[in-house]
Every structure is written in structure tokens, then in C-alpha cells.
């Protein structure tokens, strides 16, 4: 069965550094999506793309962050200069099309800022 | 704005127990779904179930039941015959069909399954 991967699973990086996470979805999904979850606290929505460019974003998803898909089959996250409440756990997702459809999400990618 | 709220931070079941797990969200929309999703200690997100709003049918999956009462607002999770797996941290979410799909996720319930 088809599934969403990502890496690295663990990213440990110092504040101000940048980091760029990796995504591949599900081959023939339309949609993909980013979600963060801080330690303890539920998981939030950052940002959703479709057909080459940003459909929504966060009020999270600031200037810092950035989202590509450089070659139609990855899908990064970048965070130019990490501060310390960027450790998280950040969770890709892709799903197949419109209507409500189910989002499959990869394992996630542990970063840790010091 | 579209809300999902959990109220039971943490719950515990028997083993082959039944155990409930409550989820209300509020929208304007007639057309969304609502979901669960299990997040072991790995972390990763699984789809335990899934309710279109515009059936009436409570969906079911193997152990995994929902009581969906749209009128309520109401969306909970039975988990029935509970096994040592089932140990996870539980999130109801909710997508609408309009917009872009993002999910909104509640706070979740961690749920232990004592042996």
C-alpha cells in the first residue's frame, strides 16, 4: 500500500540555523499539507498546497517558512532561521482530491532547536 | 470558526473492555466529515475511522464504532473488546469541503488500556 514518507525522522539544529524537511506523497494525490505538533498539545495545521502554489496558510506559517515542490514528487518545508519554539514534530499529509477525502500522513520529522 | 474540542484529557480502560471517547466540534456547514485518528507513542497518525455528515449511518470499523449526532454536534468513538494496542493517544478531527481541506484537530484523549 501507497504511504507518505518523510525525512529525516529526527533533526536536531541550532537556533537561527535553517532546516528543510522532506516529504514525498502519495504518488497521484492532488493536495499536501503540513501540520505541526509542539510536544503535548494537539496537532495544527500550517499550511496546504495545490496545484503548484500555496491554497492556505496559517497565521504559524510566517515569513520563515516556506513550502516547494521542487520535482512533482517532493514536497519540503523549510524554515529559514529556527527559533527554540520551532521544536515540534512536523507531520506532511497528502490526499487524493476534493471532496473531504481522507489525508494520509507520513511518520513525521522530530526537530529539535537548541 | 470551525472548533473541535475534546473533554476527556486522559481515560483508562480494562482489557476486553468497552471504553467511549467524547468529541464535539461546531461549524456552519452542512457538508464536512469527521474523523479519529490514533497516534501511538511512535507518533505516527493512523486513521481509526471516518463519517461523512450527510449519512445518517453511524460508520463502524471491526472493534471501532462512532455515535454521530449531527443535530448535537456530537462525534464519539467506541472502542469495544479494548486490547493493549489500542494504548494511544486518540484525535477527533474535522475537514469541510470548502476551503482548502485542512483538517482541525481537537486536543485529544490519552487513552491506557489496563491489563
Known amino acids: 500500500e501507497p504511504e507518505v514518507t518523510q525525512t529525516p525522522s529526527h533533526q536536531v539544529t541550532q537556533m537561527g540555523q535553517e532546516v528543510i524537511l522532506r516529504c514525498v506523497p502519495i504518488?497521484?494525490?492532488?493536495?499536501f499539507y503540513w501540520y505541526r505538533q509542539i510536544l503535548g498539545q494537539k496537532v495544527e495545521f500550517l499550511v496546504s498546497f495545490y496545484n503548484n502554489e500555496i491554497s492556505e496558510k496559517s497565521e504559524i506559517f510566517d515569513d520563515q517558512f516556506s513550502v516547494e515542490r521542487p520535482d512533482g514528487s517532493n514536497f519540503t518545508l523549510k524554515i529559514r532561521s529556527t527559533k527554540l519554539e520551532d521544536s515540534a514534530m512536523y507531520f506532511c499529509?497528502?490526499?487524493?482530491?476534493?471532496?473531504?477525502?481522507?489525508?494520509?500522513f507520513g511518520p513525521g520529522t522530530r526537530l529539535l532547536v537548541l | 470558526a470551525q472548533t473541535v474540542t475534546q473533554s476527556q484529557p486522559e481515560m483508562s480502560v480494562q482489557e476486553a473492555e468497552t471504553v467511549t471517547l467524547s468529541c464535539t466540534y461546531d461549524?456552519?456547514?452542512?457538508?464536512?466529515?469527521l474523523f479519529w485518528y490514533k497516534q501511538p507513542p511512535s507518533r505516527q497518525m493512523i486513521l481509526v475511522i471516518r463519517?461523512?455528515?450527510?449519512?445518517?449511518q453511524n460508520a463502524t470499523e471491526n472493534r471501532f464504532s462512532v455515535n454521530f449526532q449531527k443535530a448535537a454536534k456530537s462525534f464519539s468513538l467506541k472502542i469495544s473488546d479494548s486490547q493493549l494496542g489500542d494504548t494511544a493517544m486518540y484525535f477527533c478531527a474535522f475537514i469541510s469541503y470548502s476551503g482548502t481541506y485542512k483538517y482541525i484537530f481537537g486536543t485529544g484523549t490519552r487513552l491506557k488500556v489496563l491489563a
Open positions: 504518488s497521484n494525490h492532488l493536495y
Open positions: 461549524t456552519s456547514e452542512n457538508n464536512y466529515y
Open positions: 499529509a497528502s490526499m487524493p482530491g476534493q471532496g473531504g477525502e481522507t489525508q494520509y
Open positions: 463519517q461523512e455528515a450527510y449519512k445518517q
